[in-house]
């Protein structure tokens, strides 16, 4: 063999092996391009080497074609999502519209053969949770709902100081959310009855409620503490400030758990100075969170700053979950954010809007098992 042939065969078998290690890129077709789809592909794009976006779909076409400008690679467009889901260059789904469409675009979206990341809430109501969960369970592909607050540093701290057991088991948790009102650039839903024009955030029948559509994450924070089931829970809350709208801007909810633990959950959501609060209470210590700054007592010690451990180089909760998503795909491994997973919470957002609009104490018969 000459010189030159054998550098050649050597460079060929570094290819190779680079390939083979390297596993092909998860093909990812995005559906909904709206403020949230911005938090998609900022993290997409620093994980280029593991995916790629091959589609895009929304209503708005110009909205669609101005993020498509920016792809390091024009992907196919579309404005009808079941024309995506035909497309045989997409793998995974990214659903990531307004709630009501979760139910028709999840189940769709499995029935197609594709991996779905599906953006918070997991569905309007209990009987939709549980056709998705079923679905999943049907077709084996891997489902990761958007409930990515627990991969921040944050949440991932209190997580790890609770199941480290310095604070005991967790008896009570009191969280206070008082904030302005979410993204008032939402897209407009058109009821075809009337024709009017609202932000779906506005609408029970689009949004679920506030508690689903915003409380989910701390509900989610909440029941990853206690690791225990809902037993009962009452609410009580209402539109008190805005006019326009049916989803509540002010509520609390008062959760037992089956292990005995109790969460103690209000927001509202025209009050942007109140700033919000997490207690977590022990039997042999306290958590708290009072705006950014976290703190802990154990076995009766003064409250300490918390030190927060692990990397400092943080990737962000958005970029953590898709790393964790891509694997699981790679691995058909089920997602920790599974349908199943992100059912709980969900029930304490469906429980509190029964509880209200039926006045009355709902408990775990409500949601009779999977
Ligand atoms: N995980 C989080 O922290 C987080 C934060 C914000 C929003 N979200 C969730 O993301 C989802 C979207 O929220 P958003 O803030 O981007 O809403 P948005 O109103 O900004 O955008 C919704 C987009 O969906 C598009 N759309 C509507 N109907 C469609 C259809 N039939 N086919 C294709 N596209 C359609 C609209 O044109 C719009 O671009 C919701 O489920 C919301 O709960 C999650």
Same mark, same amino acid.
């Given at each position: 063999?000459?010189?030159?042939?054998?550098?050649?065969?050597?460079?060929?078998?570094?290819?190779?092996?680079?390939?083979?290690?390297?596993?092909?890129?998860?093909?990812?077709?995005?559906?909904?391009?709206?403020?949230?789809?911005?938090?998609?592909?900022?993290?997409?794009?620093?994980?280029?080497?593991?995916?790629?976006?091959?589609?895009?779909?929304?209503?708005?076409?110009?909205?669609?074609?101005?993020?498509?400008?920016?792809?390091?690679?024009?992907?196919?467009?579309?404005?009808?999502?079941?024309?995506?889901?035909?497309?045989?260059?997409?793998?995974?789904?990214?659903?990531?519209?307004?709630?009501?469409?979760?139910?028709?675009?999840?189940?769709?979206?499995?029935?197609?053969?594709?991996?779905?990341?599906?953006?918070?809430?997991?569905?309007?109501?209990?009987?939709?949770?549980?056709?998705?969960?079923?679905?999943?369970?049907?077709?084996?592909?891997?489902?990761?709902?958007?409930?990515?607050?627990?991969?921040?540093?944050?949440?991932?701290?209190?997580?790890?100081?609770?199941?480290?057991?310095?604070?005991?088991?967790?008896?009570?948790?009191?969280?206070?959310?008082?904030?302005?009102?979410?993204?008032?650039?939402?897209?407009?839903?058109?009821?075809?009855?009337?024709?009017?024009?609202?932000?779906?955030?506005?609408?029970?029948?689009?949004?679920?409620?506030?508690?689903?559509?915003?409380?989910?994450?701390?509900?989610?924070?909440?029941?990853?503490?206690?690791?225990?089931?809902?037993?009962?829970?009452?609410?009580?809350?209402?539109?008190?400030?805005?006019?326009?709208?049916?989803?509540?801007?002010?509520?609390?909810?008062?959760?037992?758990?089956?292990?005995?633990?109790?969460? $103690?959950?209000?927001? %509202?959501?025209? !009050? /942007?100075? #109140?700033?919000?609060?997490?207690?977590? +209470?022990?039997?042999?210590?306290? &958590?708290?969170?009072?705006?950014?700054?976290?703190?802990?007592?154990?076995?009766?010690?003064?409250?300490?700053?918390?030190?927060?451990?692990?990397?400092?180089?943080?990737?962000?909760?958005?970029?953590?979950?898709?790393?964790?998503?891509?694997?699981?795909?790679? $691995?058909?491994?089920? %997602?920790?954010? !599974? /349908?199943? #997973?992100?059912?709980?919470?969900?029930? +304490?957002?469906?429980?509190?809007? &029964?509880?209200?609009?039926?006045?009355?104490?709902?408990?775990?018969?409500?949601?009779?098992?999977?």
């Amino acid at each position: 063999m000459d010189n030159a042939l054998s550098r050649r065969a050597v460079v060929a078998a570094g290819l190779a092996s680079l390939q083979a290690q390297s596993p092909e890129p998860v093909k990812v077709g995005i559906i909904g391009i709206g403020l949230r789809s911005r938090a998609h592909l900022s993290a997409l794009k620093k994980l280029a080497a593991g995916s790629k976006i091959t589609a895009l779909c929304d209503l708005e076409s110009e909205r669609m074609a101005k993020v498509n400008q920016e792809l390091p690679a024009k992907a196919e467009m579309y404005t009808d999502y079941r024309e995506l889901l035909r497309d045989r260059n997409v793998g995974a789904v990214v659903i990531v519209t307004p709630g009501y469409l979760h139910h028709e675009m999840a189940l769709a979206a499995l029935r197609a053969g594709k991996d779905v990341v599906l953006e918070k809430p997991l569905a309007l109501n209990y009987r939709e949770a549980l056709d998705i969960i079923r679905e999943t369970r049907r077709t084996g592909r891997i489902v990761c709902v958007g409930m990515q607050r627990r991969y921040t540093r944050t949440d991932m701290e209190v997580q790890r100081i609770v199941d480290s057991g310095a604070i005991g088991p967790v008896r009570y948790i009191n969280y206070e959310e008082y904030r302005n009102d979410w993204n008032p650039q939402s897209w407009k839903y058109t009821d075809p009855a009337t024709g009017q024009k609202t932000s779906w955030r506005f609408l029970k029948k689009t949004s679920g409620s506030s508690e689903l559509e915003f409380s989910i994450h701390s509900l989610a924070m909440a029941c990853g503490l206690v690791k225990s089931p809902m037993a009962r829970l009452a609410a009580s809350g209402g539109v008190v400030h805005y006019t326009g709208r049916d989803t509540r801007d002010l509520s609390s909810i008062l959760v037992d758990f089956a292990s005995g633990a109790r969460l $103690n959950y209000s927001f %509202s959501c025209f !009050s /942007p100075r #109140a700033g919000g609060k997490l207690l977590v +209470i022990g039997d042999t210590g306290v &958590i708290r969170r009072d705006g950014g700054k976290l703190a802990v007592s154990t076995a009766g010690k003064p409250l300490e700053p918390v030190k927060f451990s692990g990397d400092a180089s943080d990737d962000g909760a958005e970029v953590r979950h898709y790393k964790e998503f891509f694997e699981n795909v790679r $691995n058909r491994k089920p %997602s920790p954010l !599974s /349908p199943e #997973a992100a059912l709980e919470p969900a029930k +304490i957002a469906y429980g509190a809007e &029964i509880s209200i609009s039926e006045n009355r104490i709902v408990t775990a018969k409500d949601f009779p098992a999977v």
